[in-house]
């Protein structure tokens, strides 16, 4: 198994709220709420967990409020790569409804200072060097701007780490500019980076072609419940997850983007890889978490995955 480094640099705490039914300006009961250290590089170390890596998490963490995250880094035991920053990291609210709608209020989190901006890169320099990859997920915090963004993925290539890019709006157009060596877009997260439509599989291809012109050796566009498309140069493959009842979408693309690296980095088949990669995806929506609980659920959900060629159209 591979040693893997995630880098969040906009955490959360995140409060799940379950209930049947959201009814805006009325006193809503939840079924139950839930807190749990979160964010994007976070949620995928937990998946990379599950599957046997060996993991270290960085980013920006609020030194006011790191208790659900200590927990977390000790229970999992990753190493602790977070530069703690003044003030407290924030808390995102999701309200999940039995018909697996989900309501996100995301706060904006702590400001971070050029000095800590200096103190991961050079924790970085210090310990990336013999990880294999590197994932880089969610949003910027406040004081971080898209061009500094830009020159970390630079750091971290320079550091010969495989680097897998998972963002929106102007942090992915520029950290497109790095070159990362994996994308996961979604459709319309795609559509925006790269100011073009993305409704048909010829405009996503087109898009791919693009983005491996600048670089990018794997673009996977992710459209929810329709499935995944992956282009590399030289493949192209769709996968329909199967159907599923849906719990909660949180960490679906978290997890296809883990199942992902996960394959890749052990050379298994494309279609095997994508295959897993969609139903530890489909799994997460199975559940109000996500992760990998139950292995015979899992092989279930590898079989009900439909994987073509898109080649063949
Ligand atoms: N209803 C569903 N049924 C089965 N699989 C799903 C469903 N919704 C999502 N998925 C799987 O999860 C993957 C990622 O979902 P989606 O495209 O919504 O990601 P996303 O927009 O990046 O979401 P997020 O970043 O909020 O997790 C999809 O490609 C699909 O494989
Ligand atoms: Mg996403």
């Known amino acids: 198994m591979a040693k893997i480094l995630t880098l969040t640099l906009n955490p959360a705490l995140d409060l799940t709220v379950r209930l049947a039914h959201l009814q805006p300006g009325a006193v809503n009961r939840s079924e139950t709420l839930l807190t749990h250290a979160a964010g994007k590089g976070v949620n995928v170390a937990q998946v990379l967990a599950d599957l046997g890596h060996e993991v270290t998490v960085g980013g920006f963490l609020g030194e006011d409020n790191p208790q659900a995250f200590d927990a977390l880094i000790a229970r ?23 018909d697996g709608r989900v309501t996100d209020i995301n706060a904006p989190g702590p400001q971070v200072s050029e000095q800590a901006q200096l103190a991961l890169l050079n924790q970085l320099t210090l310990i990336a060097p ?26 971290l290539k320079s550091l010969g780490l495989k680097v897998v890019l998972d ?30 439509a993305t409704d048909s599989i010829a405009q996503q291809a087109q898009a791919a072609e693009r983005l491996h012109a600048q670089g990018v050796e ?59 990669a969609t139903a530890i995806a489909a799994m997460a929506v199975t559940q109000i978490g996500f992760g990998i609980s139950d292995d015979a659920q899992l092989a279930r959900l590898e079989s009900g995955v439909h994987v073509r060629t898109l080649t063949e159209q």
């Open 218 to 276: 794997h673009v996977v566009v992710s459209h929810g419940a329709e499935g995944v498309n992956w282009f590399s140069p030289g493949t192209a493959l769709h996968a329909t997850p199967p159907k599923v009842s849906v719990a909660s979408t949180v960490g679906a693309g978290d997890s296809l983007l883990a199942g992902m690296l996960h394959g890749l980095l052990r050379f298994d088949l494309p279609e095997t890889t994508l295959r897993r």
């Open 130 to 155: 013999g990880h294999a990859a590197v994932v880089v997920a969610g949003s910027l915090p406040r004081g971080v701007s898209a061009q500094w963004f830009q020159s970390l993925l630079v750091h």
């Open 76 to 98: 999992r035991g990753f190493a602790d790569a977070f530069i703690r920053v003044p003030g407290e990291t924030r808390s995102n609210i999701k309200i999940a409804e039995q």
């Open 167 to 196: 963002t929106s709006g102007e942090a992915l157009r520029a950290g497109i500019k790095a070159g990362p060596w994996l994308i996961k877009p979604n459709t319309e997260e795609l559509a925006e980076a790269l100011d073009c």
